[in-house]
């Protein structure tokens, strides 16, 4: 009997749930806008200031006031400001973010940097690498690289890049990632490092979650930081949570690629010298 009551109700909490989503599905694209715009350090308030199109406070106070005045050119315009996927805002989506995948590509890196920085200047720019501190084949890192695109009252609001696809616990990604945080750093964009816990990177890896920062910028994440830069520069750094695999073979695999970038001229930070260079050397005869 208990499990007949059981089961009527879990039937009901769906019944509801889905008559609730499809009453009317139109003003989710009202309030998700709103959280777009929120999210990336925006104010409902202050959405008026950054669409103009004649919008005014009335018109935002609510999610059916504002819904009223959507056209598919504030959508559309949106959409490029953030860089949003256009079906997310739709409904038809859970694709937030678009993601890049350099992986194994330093050079498309390159040439996507130099894209950013002709855009808005390194002033504009910086970033964090989101990872776990431990051995893990199963989570992908996450390198987010933060543009500010304006401000209102003297606070910035962003526009966020998501390269994905690193498994930092992979000799061949660790290499790769090092080259690119490489890259920013001697370009002046700051990348930090940040250990989260796996749910947390899983969370925001895929595009899939808003980057929901707001006015703080993506270093307010509760976690613990750690210097970037350093998986170029220090091979106690660079070497630290990799799978070392069977008879050291991941470790000796990441040394040889991380000499391989650096005659690439991959791996300079700015702050690269000779003494860098002997000591990976130096890492690379203790594991001989």
């Given at each position: 009997?208990?499990?007949?009551?059981?089961?009527?109700?879990?039937?009901?909490?769906?019944?509801?749930?889905f008559l609730?989503?499809?009453?009317?599905?139109?003003?989710?694209?009202?309030?998700r806008l709103?959280?777009?715009?929120?999210?990336?350090?925006?104010?409902?308030?202050?959405?008026?200031?950054?669409?103009?199109?004649?919008?005014?406070?009335?018109?935002?106070?609510?999610?059916?006031?504002?819904?009223?005045?959507?056209?598919?050119?504030?959508?559309?315009?949106?959409?490029?400001?953030?860089?949003?996927?256009?079906?997310?805002?739709?409904?038809?989506?859970?694709?937030?973010?678009?993601?890049?995948?350099?992986?194994?590509?330093?050079?498309?890196?390159?040439?996507?940097?130099?894209?950013?920085?002709?855009?808005?200047?390194?002033?504009?720019?910086?970033?964090?690498?989101?990872?776990?501190?431990?051995?893990?084949?199963?989570?992908?890192?996450?390198?987010?690289?933060?543009?500010?695109?304006?401000?209102?009252?003297?606070?910035?609001?962003?526009?966020?890049?998501?390269?994905?696809?690193?498994v930092l616990?992979?000799?061949?990604?660790?290499?790769?990632?090092?080259?690119?945080?490489?890259?920013?750093?001697?370009?002046?964009?700051?990348?930090?490092?940040?250990?989260?816990?796996?749910?947390?990177?899983?969370?925001?890896?895929?595009?899939?979650?808003?980057?929901?920062?707001?006015?703080?910028?993506?270093?307010?994440?509760?976690?613990?930081?750690?210097?970037?830069?350093?998986?170029?520069?220090?091979?106690?750094?660079?070497?630290?949570?990799?799978?070392?695999?069977?008879?050291?073979?991941?470790?000796?695999?990441?040394?040889?690629?991380?000499?391989?970038?650096?005659?690439?001229?991959?791996?300079?930070?700015?702050?690269?010298?000779?003494?860098?260079?002997?000591?990976?050397?130096?890492?690379?005869?203790?594991?001989?």
């Amino acid at each position: 009997m208990f499990g007949e009551i059981e089961s009527f109700l879990s039937l009901f909490d769906r019944v509801k749930k889905f008559l609730k989503s499809h009453v009317n599905p139109s003003s989710d694209l009202s309030t998700r806008l709103v959280q777009l715009y929120e999210a990336h350090g925006v104010h409902r308030n202050q959405i008026p200031k950054v669409i103009g199109q004649g919008l005014t406070l009335h018109d935002v106070s609510t999610d059916e006031r504002l819904l009223e005045k959507l056209t598919d050119k504030i959508l559309s315009s949106t959409c490029q400001l953030f860089g949003i996927n256009r079906d997310w805002l739709d409904g038809a989506s859970d694709e937030i973010y678009p993601t890049y995948n350099f992986y194994k590509c330093p050079a498309k890196f390159e040439e996507f940097l130099s894209s950013l920085l002709n855009k808005s200047g390194s002033d504009c720019l910086d970033g964090v690498l989101l990872s776990v501190d431990k051995v893990d084949r199963g989570t992908e890192s996450v390198l987010i690289l933060q543009e500010t695109i304006g401000s209102i009252n003297e606070k910035p609001y962003y526009r966020y890049y998501l390269c994905s696809g690193w498994v930092l616990s992979y000799w061949k990604s660790r290499g790769y990632i090092s080259a690119c945080v490489a890259m920013c750093w001697k370009n002046n964009v700051y990348v930090h490092g940040m250990y989260l816990d796996k749910l947390t990177v899983d969370k925001y890896a895929h595009g899939n979650h808003l980057l929901d920062f707001g006015y703080n910028g993506v270093h307010q994440l509760n976690g613990i930081r750690w210097y970037a830069e350093d998986l170029a520069l220090v091979p106690e750094t660079y070497l630290k949570n990799i799978d070392p695999e069977k008879n050291q073979f991941g470790l000796n695999a990441a040394l040889s690629l991380w000499f391989q970038l650096y005659h690439q001229g991959y791996l300079d930070t700015g702050y690269t010298d000779k003494s860098v260079e002997l000591s990976f050397n130096h890492a690379r005869e203790k594991l001989a």
